[in-house]
């Protein structure tokens, strides 16, 4: 008597596995062309527009990118530079303090919580910790500086009831220092987490390796820990420099409006209705970010660390 075996329902993950890589990689690539590569291709396209006061015209030039770099062949009366430049070199001054202090900041940060604290229980609440500044928006946390860096705020009245100051001190609010400062108090974080989250994939056996050899803890940490942790920093300085280049709302809020970047240029551009004009202007600082990743990815091969 021949007996009937049922058909069997295939797993799911083995029709996963079944379909072509290009069929599954079509939802992630139709969300990544539509919200990120349509729209720079429009900026693009728009750089190369005419404009007046009242409309855009399609067409192309190249006027917009010569407006930018007008005068940038040699220097002013004055010996200063052009506008264009010295623009970038005070973006790129701001990128690099910036960059420089949460470094050191993130990595001291996420070396405590990964080393010197054993439980899980307290690395979790301690990294909660770090986030409660995100709890709200940018633009109050920049603003609850005004009432601590004022010329008749809390530490300057500290200062002058000390006797450390004579005056108020005028640089600490609206200043290259309150941008800084801002600038590190918003975006430490994003150097922390891919830090810390590096240093938790290091294996505890290399360190205990080091010290059964004889290595210092300073030994340790810049040996085995420094370049095990290589990608981690490189993901948080691009995650800081990225965000710092096209900053505007902190520069405009703490440096009184009175600092220029390279992104309050292209907002300015923007509410005058100059849209081609600013998009030539977000189309040189993407390249000039560009070739910033790109020089950091060749420090560090981040597809082979990962």
Sequence with gaps: MSTVVAPTQAPAGAVARGLPAWWQAAPFSTVFALFFVLPLLLVLMVSFWHFNEYELIPGFTLHNYA???EGCSQRTDQGDLCVTLSTYLSTLKFCVLVWGITLLLGFAVAYFLAFHVPSAGV??????????????????????????????????????GLGLTQGPLDWLLYSDFSVVLAFVHLYTLFMIVPIFNSMMRIDSSLLEAASDAGASAWQTLWHV????????????????????????????????????????????????????????NAVILLAVVLMIIWGLTRLVDIRREL
């Design 123 to 160: 690395q979790t609440g301690l990294f909660v910790l770090c986030t409660v500044p995100f709890w709200t928006s940018n633009v109050i946390r920049m603003i609850s500086w005004v009432p601590l860096l004022g010329r008749n705020g809390l530490v300057n009245q500290t200062l002058q």
């Design 67 to 69: 407006a930018i770099f």
């Design 225 to 280: 820990i420094v370049p095990l942790s290589r990608t981690g920093v490189l993901i948080g300085s691009i995650f800081v420099i990225t965000i710092v280049m096209g900053d505007f709302v902190t520069i405009g809020v703490m440096g009184g409006q009175q600092i220029a970047s390279v992104g309050k240029i292209i907002q300015v551009q923007t509410s005058y209705l100059q849209f081609p004009l600013a998009a030539a």
